[in-house]
């Protein structure tokens, strides 16, 4: 038998439990804690189940007709989305008679290590495979391949390169100097060879490099335009679970991080890799007892450079954070220092922010005293090797065992062992700091839109009847907001949205924009159902004025034809006459073309929100859609407006939502929403006749007007 | 001039006209001034500094009925219902150790032995998110921290976290 099992972790009287509440397809609901049932009932009886959000928990409780409310289960907050799910399951269950279980229920557990998943991230931390997340970066390098592939073989011969001088200074000293036979042209041809391979060298590795770094900018321009293209081609849900802050954070840093470790240490690990291994072989080749000398620091050398650094990274990062603190308070004070010096708290703010500043300059002072402790010694350690081998290479010079042009190459070689040593310590630190970047990157990339595009869309005219179907919707699925909303709108109708805040007036219209989907029933145009309907097509036929519109750092004539791709000057002019916005933009210095700076901020809200309804209708949609655009102004220039308005929505079918009832008056229909959905319909006149909510509304705004009148007064 | 909260009402609640019960299905239940709400909110007001103090009462429907002033003013029967409702409303576990903390990808995630309000111990992992914002101090002695779900969980007195556990913790606490 198919089954819904919703896991909660705390018991009725808040102790730990491992309890399970199963919905079954028998329409069943039980409780099942710790391998015993605790209670069983049809989930007919009962009217709704809902969940409770509390402070770091939640409950689920069943609603009754004829009694009082009960508690199920209990639970942490990470059971929360799923007692959701679970409710969403028995009231569809309650509603239609029919069980529906969902095909894939989210993992929140590694089936791996049995650690908890965060919620954002699809992979366990702990047991994601670094190689895979690093093969896939690798794909990204593909077009590149062969740009690539040439400037590292360059690269690996630039390295031989560099490693020539030691054996050419050897056998330069061994066979020419230190007996004495050597002549002035034999001297002139070893110091030319050893000019020359440096050239080489040099000349190759320069080369290379901006090969390379060509190749992998492009790399990292490739895949920052790939994140930032499905940051735009997302659903709206994507900025819900998201902050703006994460989501820019993985488009531009993130990438960086990427791109930065690509071309800076992508390029030299092979380098690093080829010199230190070359350089041991040719040293054990010419005395193995020599060599091993030289090796001797190497892994007391990198198990203390790991330790320390992990310390350090530690200790350094609190220093960031600290930082990052005096930042934040600095950033806000001077922010908001209109509000702090009109309340006259400036000794308080000079307090907080001496105190942060005084933290942080104490873990700086420490850090860096422990820094000047531990480099020293570290440097000491890595210079063990140079003293063995002037020790021990001197002593076996003097007994005849070596030349001194083993020694000579010997010391020369050093650089050859310990510097990619150095530096491929560092390695494993950038590599964890890159896959974290390449993780978030891909989850991004990963992510997919709710908001699907059929393959072939019945792209219909947008004109017509937009009718809502038993439209169950909620942006958090145990909290829904619309509960079976019917709601036929006529073409050419104006329909004013009244109600409450929080009844769903502006989840209504996100759902005809398809900014998302309905959870159940269906919302058509045309008598097309909105999911077969592309998302472009919808948008560039339908017109939207919001509270606070978003106005581009651009000029007039820029933000209004934003609106529509290629429009004409004629067209501009048009709509900017429409939304009475002609005249302030022409009194302008540079009419159109005037700059309006970022956001409009240079600008009335009157004026911002004329050009927002110029932007609107200049494609001249046949839906437009009024989500309190006038609400944010001031009655004198809503007046002016409204008249702009009255001509704009004139024949075309228009959805508004208005916190003045007056603004609406003129509606065809009002539709007023409660928490239970539509509860009345009608013309301003008809439903102040039958003195039900929207009567209650506008009598409570009549009264505060009048008061706000008299006060005023 | 008079304080502004003589110029408003507050809504405090005359505990001589309220009775406070728990109902079987495992809310809590008012009867004030000739009403009978079968299943009431109550949220602390000051959570942190006035956990006991101010709590606003509310019905179902989130609107406010009033506020009690101290929940010790209540009848011992009744006092006992508002402080377990309002137990189970908040579950804030009390962190006695930090057994580890690794940085992943971005995330820390944390293994802390924790003790419940009724004194239950047990273990448990978490994953926090920006710890900047995350892992507050709520004094200079004690910490609140929340993880990705939501949980959070409190340290109210880091002078009894051994000396592994805070040095775990150091590198978070600013």
């Known amino acids: 038998m198919k089954a819904f099992a919703f896991e909660y972790d705390l018991k009725m009287d808040m102790n730990p439990v491992e309890g399970q509440l199963i919905f079954s397809e028998d329409g069943m609901v039980r409780a099942v804690e710790n391998g015993a049932e605790v209670f069983a009932f049809d989930a007919k009886t009962l009217k709704e189940a809902k969940v409770h959000a509390g402070v770091g928990c939640g409950l689920i409780f069943a609603e009754y007709e004829n009694a009082p409310d009960k508690v199920l289960c209990r639970f942490s907050m990470s059971g929360l989305k799923m007692a959701g799910e679970f409710c969403k399951i028995v009231n569809f269950y309650k509603l239609t008679g029919k069980p529906a279980f969902p095909d894939e229920v989210e993992k929140r557990v590694c089936e791996k290590c049995g650690r908890a998943m965060v919620a954002e991230i699809r992979v366990c931390v702990f047991c994601y495979d670094q190689f895979s997340v690093i093969k896939r970066a690798l794909s990204f390098l593909r077009p590149y391949a062969k740009t690539i592939t040439i400037s590292q073989i360059l690269n690996s011969i630039s390295v031989i390169g560099f490693l020539i001088p030691p054996i050419i200074m050897r056998v330069l000293i061994d066979r020419h100097l230190d007996e004495g036979i050597g002549t002035w042209g034999q001297i002139m041809i070893f110091a030319g060879a050893l ?67 690509l071309n800076d240490i992508g390029r030299w690990v092979l380098e690093m890799i080829l010199m230190f291994t070359i350089a041991s072989v040719i040293l054990f080749f010419t005395n193995w007892q020599l060599a091993l000398l030289v090796l001797v620091p190497v892994p007391i050398v990198s198990f203390l450079m790991w330790s320390v650094q992990k310390v350090l990274r530690a200790r350094f990062e609190r220093q960031w954070r600290k930082s990052s ?8 004070i001077i922010k908001g220092i209109r509000t702090v010096k009109s309340f006259g708290n400036e000794k308080r703010e000079i307090a907080k922010f001496s105190k942060a500043n005084h933290d942080l300059a104490s873990i700086s002072s420490q850090n860096e005293t422990l820094w000047g402790i531990l480099f020293p010694p570290m440097s000491f350690l890595v210079s063990v090797g140079e003293f063995l081998i002037l020790f021990v290479g001197g002593w076996m010079v003097l007994n005849g065992t070596i030349s001194l042009g083993v020694m000579v190459q010997f010391t020369m070689f050093l650089w050859a062992i310990y510097d990619p040593l150095r530096w491929l310590v560092n390695v494993p630190r950038w590599l964890a700091n890159t896959t974290t970047s390449m993780v978030k990157v891909f989850e991004l990339l990963d992510d997919e839109s709710e908001i699907t595009e059929v393959a072939s869309p019945n792209n219909v005219p947008i004109k017509g009847k937009v009718d809502y179907k038993n439209v169950y919707f909620g942006y958090k699925s145990y909290e829904p907001v619309l509960k079976g909303v019917s709601l036929e709108i006529q073409p050419g109708e104006m329909i004013g949205l009244v109600g409450k805040s929080g009844v769903g007036k502006s989840t209504l219209i996100n759902l005809a924009m398809r900014l998302y989907d309905p959870n159940n029933g269906k919302i058509t145009i045309n008598e097309a159902d909105l999911r077969n309907i592309s998302p472009d097509h919808l948008h560039e036929n339908m017109g939207v004025v919001f509270q606070d519109s978003f106005l581009f750092a651009g000029s007039f004539y820029e933000n209004i034809s934003y609106g529509k791709h290629g429009a004409t000057y004629e067209e501009v002019i048009a709509a900017a006459k429409a939304a009475n916005a002609h005249d302030f933009i022409t009194q302008s210095s540079d009419g159109y073309n005037t700059l309006i700076g970022e956001g409009g901020q240079s600008l009335s809200g009157g004026e911002r929100q004329r050009l927002s309804i110029a932007r609107a209708v200049i494609k001249n949609p046949d839906i437009l859609i009024l989500d309190e655009a ?8 809503e007046a002016s407006i409204q008249e702009s308005l009255t001509r704009i ?56 007007s009048r008061k706000e009148g008299q006060e005023t007064a | 001039m008079e304080s502004i909260k003589d110029q408003m009402d507050l809504g405090i609640m005359d505990i001589k006209q309220a009775e406070f019960y728990a109902t079987d299905g495992g809310f809590v239940g008012l009867k004030y001034k000739g009403e009978d709400y079968k299943h009431v909110v109550l949220r602390r ?130």
């Open chain 2, 45 to 174: 007001i000051m959570p942190s500094k006035q956990p006991f103090n101010y709590i606003s009462v509310a019905d179902i429907e989130n609107k406010e009925i009033a506020i009690l002033k101290a929940v010790d003013d209540l009848p011992e029967g009744q006092k006992n219902v508002v402080l377990t409702e309002l137990d189970n409303r908040y579950y804030s576990p009390e962190i006695l150790d930090v057994i580890s903390v690794q940085d992943k990808l971005g995330y820390v995630y944390m293994e802390m032995r924790l003790k419940n309000k009724k004194g239950i111990e047990y273990k448990k992992n978490c994953a926090i998110k920006d710890v900047s914002r995350n892992i507050r101090m709520t004094s200079d002695n004690s910490i609140i921290v929340f993880d990705v779900d939501g949980n959070r969980y409190i340290g109210s007195d880091l002078k009894k976290l051994s000396r592994q556990s805070m040095r775990k913790l150091d590198a978070y606490l600013f």
């Open chain 1, 195 to 261: 000019l020359l391979s440096r050239v080489i060298s040099n000349g190759l590795e320069i080369f290379a490099g901006r090969r390379y770094n060509r190749a992998t900018i492009s790399v990292f321009d490739d895949m920052r335009t790939a994140t930032y293209q499905k940051v735009q081609s997302h659903s709206m849900t994507l900025f819900a679970k998201r902050t703006p802050g994460d989501l820019i954070r993985r488009v531009m840093d993130d990438t960086d991080t990427i791109g930065e470790f």
């Open chain 1, 325 to 332: 603190r005096v930042n934040t308070i600095l950033h806000d």
């Open chain 1, 630 to 637: 006038t609400s944010s102004l001031d009655v004198e220039t």
């Open chain 1, 649 to 704: 929505t004139k024949g075309r079918t228009t959805i508004a939502i208005a916190h003045r009832l007056s603004t609406l008056k003129n509606a065809d229909r009002l539709v007023v929403l409660d928490k239970n959905g539509v509860a009345e319909v009608g013309t301003h006149a008809e439903l102040l006749k039958k003195k039900g909510i929207y009567y209650g509304l506008v009598m409570a705004q009549r009264q505060s």
